[in-house]
């Protein structure tokens, strides 16, 4: 699923930047004024961020564009997936909760997954404002990131849509379910 060595062969680079820019048109609500000739040109620059916005798209994430951050110049992709990512579904929420579970064991963490596919968890806020693009997740959940407070604890937290209100809910963080994933962001 997910290629070890963060390249992509100049086929899966084309075809995935033929899938992004589809999107982008499709969704142009997600990003008035930006133009996609920039988003591509910054894309294409960055082989490592390219690498990472295919392993969002091979497991379900359908990234988009979300946000530019002009003093800086960089352009924020998040999930946009409308139910939480199918191929990072089953999984806890970190290694330490991972480890803690003696049996029925989830195949991954969602932590660690975030950073093998070189991304990072969106955080609630991040979550509550991807939410304001749409109604994502009234069928699923995701994980996001939870404080230290809350971890230390055993818990962590995950958001979803229901009744269109944005909830935040809390599980053990070795909970696992099938209807619970991430969503991830990318900056490049």
Not at 86 to 100: H, N, P, T
Not at 155 to 160: E, P, S, V
Request: proline share 3%.
């Amino acid at each position: 699923m997910i290629n070890e060595n963060k390249t992509l062969l100049p086929e899966q680079q084309e075809e995935l930047l033929k899938i992004l820019q589809a999107r982008f048109e499709k969704n142009m609500n997600r990003h008035e004024g930006m133009e996609w000739a920039h988003v591509q040109a910054k894309l294409e620059a960055n082989a490592e961020k390219l690498w990472s916005l295919h392993a969002m798209e091979q497991t379900g994430g359908e990234p988009d564009v979300v946000g530019h951050e002009t003093e800086k110049d960089e352009y924020i992709m998040y999930d946009c997936s409308a139910e939480s990512p199918k191929g990072r579904r089953s999984i806890c929420y970190d290694r330490e909760a991972l480890e803690s579970r003696k049996e029925h064991k989830p195949k991954n963490s969602a932590m660690d997954m975030a950073n093998e596919m070189g991304i990072v968890i969106l955080t609630e806020e991040q979550y509550r404002d991807l939410q304001k693009l749409g109604s994502f997740d009234t069928k699923t959940s995701s994980w996001v990131q939870t404080p230290e407070h809350i971890r230390k604890l055993g818990g962590a937290i995950f958001c979803d849509r229901r009744y269109d209100t944005v909830f935040m809910y809390h599980n053990g963080a070795e909970s696992y379910y099938a209807a619970r994933s991430f969503r991830g962001w990318l900056r490049f």
